[in-house]
């Protein structure tokens, strides 16, 4: 019996580490979250490509994704918006043509240059599956004076 639980200390220690299972202590409310990022907005995915390291091994830095804004909630306006996503335990997957409610902070210092981010544990997510966090959204938007100023559709890039 204590071979099996050597055995499966061992595999806890060397098992890869799921995206969904990184640490999500740091999640807070909607509220909370829409205040904090520096964009909010609905977008749908139209780009996604892959960082390789040099020499190249396989595996991938990370994502940088491109979204076209539909829909915007915070932050100055924009049409198109830049995603990055480090492949680590905390990346944010995105499928090309779908469509995501992101909350995100930008990083002028990303393997890409300057981009947003979007914390995996927080209420960004697929668009049409969040209905009562972009309910939310919507309100927070029109109860906010730092966001009263800004339109819900872009007007710039």
């Known amino acids: 019996m204590r071979n099996l639980s050597v055995l499966f200390i061992l595999f806890l220690a060397v098992a890869p580490i799921d995206s ?16 904090q990022s520096d964009l909010v907005f609905v977008g749908k995915v ?7 390291p040099e020499p190249s091994d396989g595996s991938s830095l990370g994502t940088s994704y491109q ?28 499928p090309v043509g779908e469509t995501f409610l992101l909350f995100a902070r930008f990083d002028p210092k990303t393997l890409v240059g300057p981009a947003y981010w979007v914390y995996n544990c927080g209420f960004s997510g697929v668009a049409r599956a ?10 927070l938007t029109n109860d906010s004076p730092d966001t009263a100023s800004h339109p819900t559709s872009p007007a710039g890039n």
């Open 67 to 94: 979204l076209e804004v539909i829909e915007q909630f915070r932050g100055e306006p924009r049409h198109t918006v830049l995603v990055f996503s480090e492949n680590d335990s905390g990346r944010f997957e995105m």
């Open 46 to 52: 139209t780009s996604a490509k892959q960082l390789s």
């Open 130 to 139: 969040s209905p009562k966090t972009l309910a939310m959204v919507r309100k």
């Open 20 to 35: 969904s299972l990184a640490d999500c202590s740091r999640r807070t409310d909607v509220a909370t979250e829409f205040h």
